[in-house]
């Protein structure tokens, strides 16, 4: 049983580093972007305006002023119809159209409806969307988790996002506040560390909110 146990772990480790070894790579002629295989052959062209690398087995690519995604094989996979996109994340891409922001899968079907003032990468299963000017989260599913009621708000990271009704606050990602909303202006955690501002005063707050020190 073990050494059966061993070899499906061999064999899956093989296919993992097989297929880690097919994505194409990313390179740049004349000012455009292209895509070889590992070996240096040219699999797509440098016809594009822009590209990204891969990233959930798919590349975001500009045309023109469109944006569509390749395949791992250099094949259109979502055509070039989006004026403005993201790279995939938890399965999903941003994209947005005439100035409304929604969400794809890897299939190019919309699953979450444009109809967002912007909208963000999904961050531990949360993403930043705003509506008639106001900020909130939805979940994968498109459900409103944490209610579209901030003035302003930040991507979560490291389990918080700062938020602005009237003032600037920290909550989790059940909407709860953490930290207080008493600051004229915050940033996102950094190695348990956030930048806020109280007038002309600037200083990092850790996780309870206590003043840690000054910003140089």
């Not at 061993?6 to 790579?25: E, K, R, Y």
């Not at 590209?51 to 996979?77: I, M, P, Q, T």
């Not at 708000?153 to 606050?169: H, I, L, P, S, T």
Request: glycine residues 12%; hydrophobic residues 40%; proline residues 3%.
């Amino acid at each position: 049983m073990d050494l059966k146990k061993n070899l499906l772990a061999v064999f899956g480790s093989i296919l993992m580093l097989t297929a880690h070894s097919q994505t194409p790579i990313k390179f740049y002629a004349l000012g455009k972007v292209g895509y070889k295989d590992k070996t240096g052959d040219i699999m797509v062209p440098a016809k594009y305006v822009g590209g990204s690398d891969y990233v959930e087995g798919f590349a975001l690519v500009v045309d023109g002023r469109k944006r569509g995604f390749l395949n791992e094989k250099g094949e259109v996979a979502i055509p070039f119809e989006y004026d403005d996109a993201s790279i995939f994340c938890s399965g999903l891409a941003k994209v947005g159209k005439a100035g409304k922001y929604g969400y794809i899968n890897k299939e190019g079907k919309i699953v979450i409806e444009l109809k967002y003032e912007s909208a963000e990468d999904f961050i531990s299963g949360l993403a930043r969307v705003s509506r008639d000017k106001k900020f909130g989260y939805i979940d994968v599913n498109g459900n409103e988790i944490i209610p579209l009621k901030y003035n302003n708000a930040q991507n979560f990271a490291e389990g918080v996002a700062a938020v602005k009704e009237d003032k600037w606050g920290f909550i989790n990602e059940k909407g709860i506040y953490i930290i207080n909303p008493e600051y004229d202006d915050a940033v996102i955690f950094h190695d348990g560390l956030a930048v806020v501002a109280k007038g002309d005063d600037r200083f990092f707050i850790d996780h309870q909110g206590k003043f840690v020190k000054e910003v140089p």
